[in-house]
């Protein structure tokens, strides 16, 4: 399956974006989904992931209450709304998706994620 996320940009600190995450090739309704988020010279970091169902999301500690990670199945898509963003949110945002279908959550590692987008620049600045 190939992702394409997109919807990043240039946004004032405080300010909102809507990141997209698309499957194509097939779809990604049975597989969990996560996006994570690389700064310049920081290693890959867990951002917030949805259980394949929609009925379980997680969220790191930093976005908590900021962030919302949302999936509309029937259109092959993931969403990141990011409220109240912060210079320190500033990033290349990845989409990713477990291989493993039906699975029963939704992990913050790395390793987990089998399939990966191109990745979109989110920049807040202060």
């Known amino acids: 399956v190939q992702l394409q996320a997109s919807g990043g940009g240039l946004v004032q600190a405080g300010g909102s974006l809507r990141l997209s995450c698309a499957a194509s090739g097939r779809t990604f309704s049975s597989n969990a989904v996560a996006w994570f988020r690389q700064a310049p010279g920081k290693e890959r970091e867990f951002v917030s992931a949805i259980m394949w169902n929609g009925g379980s999301t997680y969220y790191a500690d930093s976005v908590k209450g900021r962030f919302t990670i949302s999936r509309d199945n029937a259109k092959n898509a993931v969403y990141l709304q990011m409220n109240s963003l912060k210079p320190e949110d500033t990033a290349v945002y990845y989409c990713?998706?477990?291989?493993?279908?039906?699975?029963?959550?939704?992990?913050?590692?790395?390793?987990?994620?089998?399939?990966w987008g191109q990745g979109t620049q989110v920049t807040v600045s202060s």
């Open positions: 990713a998706a477990n291989a493993m279908a039906y699975y029963t959550g939704a992990s913050s590692r790395v390793k987990d994620y089998a399939y």
